[in-house]
């Protein structure tokens, strides 16, 4: 439901940005001309407004579901391994297996910060860096993979 | 076999001779280099090295959860102390190329 809000609110935002650029009788662009302040002042704001509303729907949702009645420490710092364990279906089958093994030993790692008495935003704070580390790695790698496969077929390039 | 990446050659640095799973294979990293790791550079890391021949690597189960447990293969207990001494060579200047 969250995920619905914000989507459509972003969809909102820019469409509406762009709809009344279409009234008034600019073409909503990112060109080099529109970057020149004097000329197209209007349009500059609106795409600004439109895209931090946009942002500021997603801050507060973020922060909605942190802060929501009835959350307990396991659902807010639970947030990234969840939000991990939704991108292994991004990935191929054969690294699926790594994100279970890296799901497991971050609840460990949960675990130890637990014991040692650190608040729920510190471990949040934790698990959502190494979250995102993981996350980059794997991108990195399948870019890699991508890469070392479209290589070969440079030969096959017109000279 | 291929030449491990720096990264990489720390890490089989750190492996040593015994079987050591992923969790506890990131912290002797850490302890050795002073650099931290995430799990997921680890895990595609040694998913190289398992590739290259460099490591073998053995599933478990340990209570509800699974443990991966790497091992240097026999080839890379022969080749690492080989690549080793030619590091500290030529870091010392007596390889030329």
Redesign the interface.
């Known amino acids: 439901m969250k995920i619905l809000f914000f989507t459509v609110t972003l969809i909102i935002m820019i469409s509406g940005s762009h709809f009344v650029q279409s009234v008034i009788g600019r073409v909503p662009t990112f060109t080099h001309a529109a970057l020149i302040w004097e000329e197209q002042e209007g349009t500059l704001i609106l795409q600004m407004f439109g895209i931090s509303a946009a942002v500021l729907a997603m801050v507060l949702t973020v922060l909605h579901t942190m802060t929501s009645a009835g959350s307990s420490i396991n659902s807010i710092v639970n947030a990234p391994l969840n939000t991990l364990a939704a991108m292994r279906w991004l990935i191929s089958r054969a690294k699926r297996d790594e994100i279970d093994l890296i799901i497991h030993d971050l609840k460990e790692d949960k675990a130890e910060m637990l014991c040692q008495k650190h608040s729920k935003t510190f471990i949040f704070l934790v698990l959502s860096w190494h979250v995102t580390r993981t996350i980059c790695a794997y991108v990195w790698d399948g870019v890699g993979s991508i890469v070392s496969k479209v290589i070969p077929l440079a030969k096959y390039l017109p000279k | 076999m291929k030449v491990p990446s720096p990264t990489e050659f720390d890490l089989l640095s750190a492996l040593g001779m015994r079987e050591v799973s992923?969790?506890d294979l990131?912290k002797r990293y850490e302890e050795e280099t002073g650099k931290s790791m995430?799990?997921?550079?680890l895990?595609?890391a040694m998913?190289r090295l398992k590739d290259g021949g460099w490591v073998t690597a053995r599933?478990d189960e340990d209570g509800d959860?699974?443990?991966?447990y790497f091992k240097l293969s026999g080839a890379g207990a022969t080749a690492l102390p080989k690549l080793i001494k030619l590091q500290s060579d030529f870091a010392l200047g007596e390889v030329v190329v």
């Open positions: 992923g969790r990131a995430s799990y997921g550079t895990y595609t998913r599933d959860r699974r443990v991966r």
